[in-house]
């Protein structure tokens, strides 16, 4: 198999793992949002699982050229949590967009231990499809857990700060998006995030283990 040839394998099987782990992603934000109160998201048409809702063109192919892009942020209203405080709401809501990609990991694996064998012998792209679709959710999960604007890990992070750490936020909101460049293309991101994405898995595999022989 050439290298274009294997290079467009992977994109077949990566175009629509990204599109799936990207709209769960945010419609569980957009669907936290609407649990604690906050319908802003979805009277816009975000609480939804319609890719069209929620992928970013130039993200999508940022993210297919370069392993790293984005989809369309969800709007979030703070003022109209009404289960919570306004800074627990955030933490909550940023909470769910990597609680997701974590749970699509479990169902990925979970299907896989409940597929036949055979299914991959017959159907060699299946297996492809379940292990990038794995790694990718794993993988996009701890990658928005760093708590660097605009991942949910910045939110997640000041939703747990005192308060008089606010002021940081609007610093790290100005140069967050460099530093989260400056931190992907050194490779920083890749020796934090592969570790526990690797681990994540093979805690989940071992748990499977106990009921799938």
Known sequence: MSNFTRELSQ???????????????????AFAAHLLGDNTARNLGRLSLNPLRHVDPIGLIMLLLFRFGWARPVPV???NFRSTDEKSGMLLTAVAGPFANILLVFVGLLLYQL?????????????????????LNANLAFLNLIPVPPLDGSKILFGLLP???????????????ILLIFLIFSGATGQIISPLSSGLINTFQKF?????H
Do not use: D, T
């Open 11 to 29: 994109w077949i099987y990566l175009l629509p793992a990204i599109i799936i782990s990207l709209s769960f992603h945010e419609f569980a934000h």
């Open 115 to 135: 597929l036949p064998w055979g299914a991959f012998y017959r159907l060699p792209w299946l297996h492809s499809f379940f292990m990038i679709f794995i790694y």
């Open 163 to 177: 308060n008089r750490f606010y002021p940081w936020l609007g610093y790290l909101e100005r140069y967050g998006s």
């Open 208 to 212: 499977f283990s106990l009921f799938f």
């Open 77 to 79: 209203n703070p003022r």
